[in-house]
């Protein structure tokens, strides 16, 4: 498959040093490329010089982004502290006054005084309406200069809390006359601005300090590897990933066609990987996403089902045909060579519980109980996937104990959704879900998973989700009791299945 110089699978992790910076942030905008260390670095480490690259794609359009990148940007541009950034903090502040991030924040005042003067005319251009936060930044400062405090005064006449919040930041004692004024007119039973007051007064007291800028070291924030966003990328682009130079990028590529409704192409695409590629782990991707295929093409089933039974092949290739055949997992030429996977242990273990749960074959229960505590965490997160999907409630104990570990939590709460004691129907799904966070505190990202769990559980009961969108209100029974608001699995986001796609082309299709 033929690549142009700017396509999705042009850009090689390995030679991003060798690709013009502005290229690299084009194709992280259109989530060809991830943004992880590797990536920053390659920007970092060519000093000064990309602080021109960086302002001039800041410039450009990005009515086609897929990717928003600012906050990178801001991120690459306060590791390099160039002064020729500030006006590219600005037009951020410009974009939503009302909302600045801290890395903003942080970055402008890294620049101390030199960022007095431009900080000023921004607020004069927002107004005190919109310039609250600019005010913020000023104050931040504790530069002495009298136009931000003629500036902090005029905000302590239009808004008293928030004035005198911000002149006990700034610090300068020559702010005391017109608060010990202002707090003269404030009515006692206005006592949250008296106290807001007060307190500024008590910070003229204290010594000023001078605002140190704390050590910033980007590559903390981002993960060391990260794979495309392939999520947001058209099919076209993620068939042309297929020949990427690297294993991993193709890999993904691949396995982005899981639970995807396969068309000719990319259907014949995924074979042409799965049979020809070098790495072992790009064809059981492959392998994997064909799983769809198996239940209409002879010769993507018999293909597969002779990976699977040739000890010879890797087991991460061996891996994905299982994965692969999970439709057809109880049929006499699948089963066994499942089960054999399984004796293997180790990574072939993990494919093949994988295989067992999706398969949702009721003989294959037997095999999660007993790994539910396994010193393999691999293996542990499929055996909680069975637990749930084969509805082990008499482990709900084991699965609750899970709770605690950061690494499992949600695993833990997505399977104990699906094998929790308790009637299956809609009218009882809201109770099933306050009982988990009655049991465990769910925060909003937990509680979509919860919600994802309680709605497979309705779906293998034949019954239509709650939670998210796919069914209609006329196809919904009436509900006794309703939960209290609580997010929805919104048809953007990330399926909490853990496929990588969102959920409106995942379970919500």
């Known amino acids: 498959m033929a690549t142009n110089v700017f396509s999705p699978a042009a850009f090689d992790p390995g030679r991003y040093d060798q690709t013009p910076v502005i290229d690299l942030l084009r194709a992280a905008a259109l989530g060809w490329v991830a943004v992880d260390r590797r990536l920053l670095k390659s920007i970092l480490d060519r000093g000064e010089s990309v602080v021109e690259d960086l302002l001039a794609f800041s410039r450009e359009s990005h009515d086609q982004d897929r990717t928003d990148l600012d906050l990178v940007l801001a991120d690459l541009l306060r590791s390099l502290h160039s002064p020729d ?46 310039g609250g936060d600019t005010a913020f930044v000023l104050a931040g400062l504790r530069v002495r200069d009298p136009r931000v405090l003629h500036l902090l005064l005029e905000r302590l006449e239009f808004d008293a809390a928030d004035g005198a919040f911000l002149l006990g930041l700034y610090g300068d004692p020559a702010a005391r006359p017109a608060l010990e004024k202002m707090l003269a007119e404030i009515p006692e039973e206005d006592a949250e601005i008296r106290r807001e007051i007060t307190h500024a007064l008590e910070e003229l007291e204290a010594p000023v300090l001078p605002y140190e800028p704390q050590p910033f070291d980007i590559m903390a924030e981002y993960s060391p ?18 020949s990427s130079p690297d294993p991993e990028i193709r890999a993904g590529a691949a396995y982005s066609f899981f639970n995807y409704e396969l068309q000719p192409n990319a259907r014949d695409a995924l074979m042409k990987l799965a049979q020809s590629d070098p790495d072992a782990d790009v064809r059981g991707r492959s392998w994997e996403a064909l799983a769809d295929a198996t ?42 060579q499942i089960e054999a996977l399984y004796e293997e242990g180790g990574t072939a273990r993990v494919k093949a519980l994988e295989a067992m749960w999706r398969s949702l074959y009721d003989p294959f229960a037997k095999y999660f109980a007993p790994h539910l505590k396994d010193p393999d ?15 082990l409630t008499g482990q709900t104990e084991t699965i609750a104990s899970y709770f605690d570990n950061d690494d499992m939590r949600e695993d833990a709460l997505f399977a104990y959704a699906l094998a929790m004691p308790g009637e299956t129907t809609r009218g009882r799904a809201p109770g099933l879900l306050r009982k988990i966070d009655s049991i465990t505190q769910l925060t909003p990202t937990e509680l979509k ?61």
């Open 377 to 391: 965490p691999a293996i542990v997160r499929q055996a909680l996937r069975g637990a749930g999907y084969f509805r």
């Open 449 to 509: 998973v919860v919600m994802f769990g309680i709605d497979e559980r309705l779906r293998l009961h034949g019954l239509n989700p709650l939670f998210g969108d796919a069914s209609s209100e006329e196809e919904r029974e009436p509900e006794p009791e309703k939960p209290p608001a609580l997010p929805k699995v919104g048809r953007n986001d990330p399926c909490p299945c853990g496929s990588g796609k969102k959920y409106k082309k995942c379970h919500g299709a």
């Open 85 to 130: 950034a500030i006006g590219f903090y600005l037009d951020l502040i410009r974009g939503d006054p009302f909302d600045i991030d801290d890395s903003i924040v942080e970055a402008l005042l890294g620049y101390g005084e030199k960022a007095i003067a431009p900080l000023l005319q921004l607020y004069e251009e927002l107004g005190e309406e919109l």
């Open 295 to 336: 239940a209409e093409s002879q010769e993507v089933r018999t293909a597969m089902i002779a990976v699977l039974a040739d000890k010879s092949r890797p087991v991460e290739e061996r891996g994905g045909a299982a994965v692969g055949l999970y439709g057809i997992a109880d049929t006499r030429e699948v089963r066994p």
């Open 225 to 242: 590897r990260e794979l495309p966003a392939f999520e947001i990328l058209p099919e076209d682009e993620r068939l042309e990933m297929f």
